[in-house]
């Protein structure tokens, strides 16, 4: 099927924003100071089956850090009633923080949502929290507006998740995306924005996915 220009332009819009976005994330992570081991010691073999898959379109995911246990944050549900991470337990989670004033995070949503109608189920969810704590109205008028149908709507309005999460990865901007497998355990983070709904995005999540031969 022959794209449209719509599409092409968007996909235009997002290569831009990766190849001028990067530059604004911290490449440190707090990750990599702890071995894998107690509960997370069988995430190890996955993370390293996950590295050499960072590329093309998720070249930017770090897999290089040993597994820990992800933060214990507590955010919105849709319905504004309180959960956090540890209720979503028993799935691969992708946790996406991000924010309407954040336009590589809007770039980035749709492929996000995408992702989740391919792939989510009862084996894998994308998280994606928003992090603004003013006009709370907005972020959920944004996803209406920009037909964002796959995802459930987080929210941190307390500004509390932010940086847990950029502290314990390392990052200084957003989007932040980490992967977490079923038992709480990460197993790799993204500094900035991917086509996640991309093959290599795909591939990527599949492979995290994957029972042990």
Known sequence: MKATPKI??????LAAVLVGGLALYGTGSNLG???ASGPCAEAAPVA????????????AFDASAPPKPAPAVAFKGP????TDLASLRGKLLLVNLWATWCAPCKAEMPALDRLQAELGGDSFQVVAINVETRNLDKPPAWFKANGIAHLTYYGDPEGKVLPVIQSAVGSTGLPTTMLID?????????KGPAE??????K???RAALAKPS
């Open 79 to 82: 319905d504004g009633a309180p």
């Open 8 to 13: 092409l332009a968007a996909g235009g819009a």
């Open 196 to 201: 996640w709904s991309s093959e290599d995005g």
């Open 203 to 205: 591939r990527l999540i």
């Open 33 to 35: 100071n702890l071995a």
């Open 182 to 190: 079923a038992k709480g355990c990460t197993l790799g983070v993204m």
């Open 48 to 59: 390293a089956r996950l590295a050499p898959l960072a590329r093309g379109d998720v070249a």
